[in-house]
């Protein structure tokens, strides 16, 4: 007796009823209409193939059905399409017999784009430029901010000023990108105490936030990069799209921290890194200098 179609709709469906949170379950479900935008609700289950996911990632990342799709969004694809195959076979929706595919995983690292670091000095050039060429004291205050934090961009427009510690200099994050954490600590530069000072005193809603366009945190962050665009071209940097953004005043704060000898451990902890792997690229970043130090061994050749 031949056995019934099983479609990819009945499989979604049931997986969208039935499936539990968390997990990245439901982020990856997101992604599954994208399977049935690609070919329908009515395709047999048991015909989808690695090569035929493959080929639905290649043509997603050129950008056959809209916008292109980085890596990271074609790992979510892959996941949607593979939490509904795996979560209908363990319920007996698909034959048991039946193997359901590995599908090919991306690297979202090939994706990212490389962000340099300022020097302190370039730091200083264009927190002296916006606040004294530009007249731009919000900009000039974010910038140091910034780059003596490694706060991200986002965070810094979402600060309080009842999360300032001035007795211990210490700052919360609420709600870091570390899933792990409800908050974090990070410590306060003295060049930053007056900033902060006058900044509480002005009976702000976000000490920072309140100066930019408060229409969405999108808004305001664009709004911001668009201002930091004079200050590159002021220190004659490349943009955009050539490595130097306004994230880079985060990477920024991890190279002078190692430079200036603090423990891996401790900038993992200013930066609110959950792993000091991710703190290891500001080692190779301080590469750039081993041709100074090399020089600096007392040796001619005669």
Known sequence: MKSKKVTWGECLEF?????WQG?????ALLYSGKFTDLHSHQFDVTKITARMVLEDCIELKNG???????????????????????????HGLIPFDHPIPKFTKFNPAEDAQERFA?????????HQFARDELMNEALADII????????????????????????????????????????????????????????CKE?????????????????AQNAIRRAFQKCLLHIGKPYPNQGWTFHGLRHTCGTLLYQSGIHIFDIAKQLGHSSTKVTERYMHANDKQLATKINAIDFAVA
């Not at 292109?68 to 363990?90: D, E, Q, W």
């Not at 009976?203 to 808004?219: E, I, P, Q, V």
Request: hydrophobic share 35%.
């Open 144 to 199: 140091l901010f910034a780059a003596l934090t490694g706060i991200r961009l986002d965070k810094i427009l979402s600060l309080r000023p009842d999360r300032v510690d001035f007795d211990q200099k210490l700052i919360t994050v609420v709600k870091p990108k570390n899933k792990n954490q409800q908050a974090r600590t990070c410590g306060i530069h003295d060049s930053l105490l007056p900033i902060l000072v006058r900044r």
């Open 203 to 219: 009976n702000r809603t976000y000490l920072f936030g309140d100066d930019w366009t408060r229409t969405s945190s999108k808004a």
């Open 23 to 27: 997990n990245g379950r439901k982020s």
């Open 64 to 90: 056959a059905y809209g916008k292109p799709l980085k890596h990271g969004s074609l790992n979510r694809y892959v996941s949607a399409v593979s939490v509904v195959l795996n979560h209908s076979k363990t």
């Open 15 to 19: 997986t969208k009823k039935t499936t």
């Open 118 to 126: 300022y020097t302190a000095e370039e730091v200083q050039k264009m």
